[in-house]
């Protein structure tokens, strides 16, 4: 019985080793193919980052005092000057309205002192013309020198009156400029009880509620100007001699697949990672869309050299062993490994600089396949395109 079992056992054996040989050499292996040919390749640098705004205000109010309204919230736009919120200002609007009035009435008296100036002068002017009378008038004998003694004081008189008229005047001036100011000081108390935008952007945060008590410096709403908008990405430290101010980009993102948003290059940073050994590059957005997010993932691509005619196969055929390029490439129904020499390459094509032919089809294992190629294999194509 024993070694009825044995044979048993060792004609399984027998079965599932010819069975394995015959998967791993003779059964094909199925791949998708791709016949070498010519067309446009251009050179693309990957980043990953994030979008920034030029500029990110926390807003707030100056003084203190309780939120009656807020008009903004988080996504809106918002234009530059625009009240975004208020405090209870009743009590400054108070303050304000008497100011004014403190103005029209200094205002008013104003009036009347410089009507007293002008009186003043006009005795003057008279009191001076008599004097020159009696003046003249005692030269020939005509009046008596008490008579012209009584008309110079009354000129002396009167000038000073003019003098005391003018400085009333002055002082009066001075306290319309007084009164004005404080008018003004009211008014800026005023304004400050009104947080209004600095700049047109999009509202990031809004941190208050009608009916908080704010503080002074507490902020009420974050805005991102949206006047220049970019995406900061990190790019491999590699490609920093073919980097460059104003090259084409094109920024990716995952809130929305399928779609990109043109830009170009901001700035180029000059201080690599010293773990990533990468380095951030600063993309500017065209235009930017109507709803984006401070800090929102973005995926780059930042445009090269560009080779208008060159030989080229997907990326996805290219392989990569012990710092060389290679290819699977189709030699009458079996796979041989062949090594290339590569050039430009972008996410979904790599220019062929030797070790090709136009009209050569490399190949690939389907997905899905749990054969793997090596040299000499047979292969079954399952698409001519991939």
């Known amino acids: ?8 056992w060792g004609t399984l054996l027998l079965a599932g080793g010819a069975a394995a040989l015959w998967a791993l050499v003779f059964k094909p292996v199925p791949v998708f193919v791709h016949e070498v040919h010519r067309g446009e390749v251009q050179e693309q640098f990957p980043g990953t980052g ?13 003084v203190s005092g309780r939120i ?28 304000e309205a008497a100011a004014a009035e403190d103005v029209e009435l200094v205002r008013a008296s104003l009036d009347r002192l410089q009507a007293d100036v ?23 004998h ?41 008018l003004e000081a009211a008014r800026a108390r005023l304004a400050r009880a009104k947080l209004v935008s600095p700049v047109d952007g999009l509202v990031l945060a809004r941190l208050a509620e009608p009916g908080d008590v ?36 094109r920024v990716f ?30 993309l500017l957005i065209a235009q930017a869309p109507p709803t984006l997010a401070a800090g929102q993932r973005a ?47 972008s996410r979904e094509r790599v220019e062929i600089r030797q070790g090709l032919r136009e009209g050569e089809r490399v190949i690939r294992p389907a997905p899905g396949s749990a054969a793997s190629l090596s040299e000499g294999a047979r292969i079954s194509v399952q698409e001519a395109l991939p």
């Open 142 to 182: 005509s009046v008596s020198q008490d008579a012209l003694d009584q008309a110079v004081e009354r000129l002396r008189v009167t000038e000073a009156d003019v003098a005391r008229a003018k400085a009333a005047l002055n002082e009066g001036q001075r306290k319309v400029a007084s009164a004005v100011k404080q």
């Open 68 to 95: 009656v309204a807020i008009h903004a919230g988080q996504g809106d736009r918002v234009k530059a000057g625009q009240v975004l919120a208020s405090l209870d200002h009743e009590v400054v609007r108070a303050e």
């Open 1 to 8: 019985m024993r070694w009825r079992s044995s044979l048993l």
């Open 214 to 249: 704010a503080v002074t410096g507490g902020v009420i709403l974050r805005v991102g100007e949206t006047s220049a908008v970019w995406a900061s990405v990190w790019v491999d430290e590699t490609f920093l001699s073919r980097l460059q101010r104003g090259q084409p980009a």
């Open 50 to 62: 994030s979008i920034e705004f030029e500029r990110v205000s926390a807003l707030g109010f100056e």
């Open 299 to 345: 995926d780059a691509l930042i445009m090269g050299d560009r080779a208008p005619d060159a030989l080229f196969v997907p990326a996805v055929y290219l392989l990569l062993r012990g710092g060389a390029s290679w290819v699977w490439v189709d030699e009458g129904g079996r796979a041989a490994l062949r090594e290339v020499r590569t050039g430009l390459q």
């Open 118 to 140: 002008a009186r003043a002068i006009a005795q003057r002017d008279g009191a001076e013309a008599h004097a020159k009378r009696q003046e003249d008038a005692f030269r020939s």
């Open 253 to 282: 993102l995952r809130s929305a697949p399928g779609q990109s948003l043109e830009a170009s290059v901001l700035r180029v940073g000059l201080e690599v990672d010293r773990e990533s050994r990468e380095l951030v590059v600063d």
